[in-house]
């Protein structure tokens, strides 16, 4: 699960686990949009996209 934890100079601050990096992780607006889906039992790819 991506944490969005805060927003600066027009990036997101995320904690992202799902990457290497994944603590401070920054993501541009497109970046961050793309990155967002269901997992869709594997199907990531046509997993819908979805926020709570």
């Not at 927003?7 to 686990?17: E, S």
Request: aromatic share 16%; glycine share 14%; net charge positive.
């Amino acid at each position: 699960m991506l944490v969005i934890k805060g927003y600066k100079d027009g990036k997101f601050i995320t904690n992202d686990p799902g990457t290497r990096r994944g603590a401070d992780f920054l993501y541009s607006y497109e970046g961050l949009y793309n990155a967002i889906h269901d997992w869709n039992a594997g199907n990531v790819y046509a997993g819908r996209k979805a926020m709570i």
